[in-house]
């Protein structure tokens, strides 16, 4: 299963999507007879699958695969994780590409509240000394690849990332208001993800 999952990913970065939408089904079903409908490696695959279908446009198909290994990774890791939150992002860009503008907001809301949270989290294990060493409005953007390991705790040294992931998330909740003709809420949303690109990544960038 877990070279049937690896070479999915390979396929995925490659663009052969219906390939390795064939290989992570595979790869998930074998996870379940084997290690059981809920382990958090089979949403690892169901989560990959549903990165290939939402490239072949298959939203409604890719959007079960993702709530699957959304329910999985609640039911593992508990709600305040940023694999759940990973997830999150990839449900609301599927139901966004759907139209179903209304519940995609919804999904990116919660993503941002728990991004929020997850960063204030950190920045309070830097401060009591626990760190360890070393869109144009048509389309909601950052579909998660799932490619990296199951890591359960956040590292202090990937402030970057999530900073970055929370401008993507305030980008895809501009691009709803964009396409509601909401243009002040619209601007507040991509104002603030751009002051935070620009503080990770610099003016010039």
């Known amino acids: 299963a877990m070279a049937m999952h ?9 663009e052969k999507y219906p390939e390795a939408c064939r290989l992570c089904d595979g ?11 809920d382990h958090l490696d089979v949403a690892v695959s169901l989560a990959q699958q549903g990165v290939a279908l939402m490239e072949m446009r298959e939203y409604e198909v890719a959007l079960a695969s993702f709530r699957e290994a959304l329910r999985i990774r609640i039911l593992g890791l508990g709600e305040e994780h940023p694999l759940v939150v990973r997830l999150l992002n990839n449900i609301g860009c599927a139901l966004f590409e759907m139209d179903d503008l209304e519940e995609s907001k919804g999904i990116f809301d919660e993503a941002l509240r728990l991004q929020r949270l997850l960063m204030r989290e950190q920045n309070g294990e830097v401060k009591g000394g626990r760190s360890s060493s070393g869109n144009g409005g048509n389309s909601a ?9 199951n890591i359960v705790s956040i590292d202090p040294k990937d402030a970057h990332s ?8 305030l980008c895809n909740l501009g691009s709803i208001h964009l396409r ?5 809420e619209s601007s507040v949303y991509y104002e603030e993800a751009l002051l935070i690109q620009e503080s990770v990544l610099g003016e010039d960038h």
């Open 141 to 149: 953007s950052g579909v998660d690849d799932e490619d990296g390991a």
């Open 162 to 169: 999530m900073l970055l992931s929370i401008a993507l998330t």
């Open 6 to 14: 690896n070479l999915g990913v390979v396929y995925v970065k490659a």
């Open 27 to 37: 790869a998930a079903r074998i996870r379940v007879e084997k290690l059981g409908k």
């Open 180 to 184: 509601w003709g909401k243009y002040d």
